[in-house]
């Protein structure tokens, strides 16, 4: 059982010591951008970081099949801290995964944004063009403008 135990608070300190550092690296992370050039670094980041944390998502499955075979092994002891202790890490691996998936939402929106605004500013800025050369036709006629 010692033996076993060891093994279990091992990989919970593994796991716990790359969560941290997982968490904190996001919250290290700045809000979407403004300019295209943000965006796109942050989109490759984000892309890096998500396959990262994907990546050790077998670890967080052996650590509960771990925890799974001692629940089962030593039945008749206590076994709710480890059952507790693996449901921690189990949501704090979740809720990083989906903190990640929503900063992605946030900025695949931040990028359509961006997108549609370029878009909007074309065509306010064709519009100006137009009514600018209809102003200036007005202006060297004056009689365009009853006609108009």
Do not use: C
């Amino acid at each position: 059982m010692l033996g076993d135990s060891q093994r279990y608070e091992a990989r919970r300190r593994d796991a716990d010591a790359w969560l941290t550092r997982m968490e904190t690296r996001l919250a290290s992370m700045t809000a979407p951008g403004h300019t295209a050039d943000v965006l796109e670094m942050q989109l490759r980041e984000q892309k890096s970081f998500h396959a990262e944390v994907h990546q050790y998502k077998h670890q967080i499955e052996l650590f509960g099949q771990l925890t799974q075979r001692l629940i089962a092994v030593y039945r008749n002891d206590d076994t709710t801290r480890i059952k507790r202790a693996t449901e921690a890490i189990n949501h704090r691996y979740n809720e990083l995964n989906n903190s990640i998936v929503a900063r992605g939402k946030a900025l695949h929106s931040a990028v359509s944004s961006l997108q549609n605004f370029d878009r909007s500013l074309e065509n306010f800025v064709a519009w100006l063009s137009e009514a600018e050369s209809l102003l200036d036709a007005a202006e060297r006629d004056p009689h365009l403008l009853k006609v108009i």
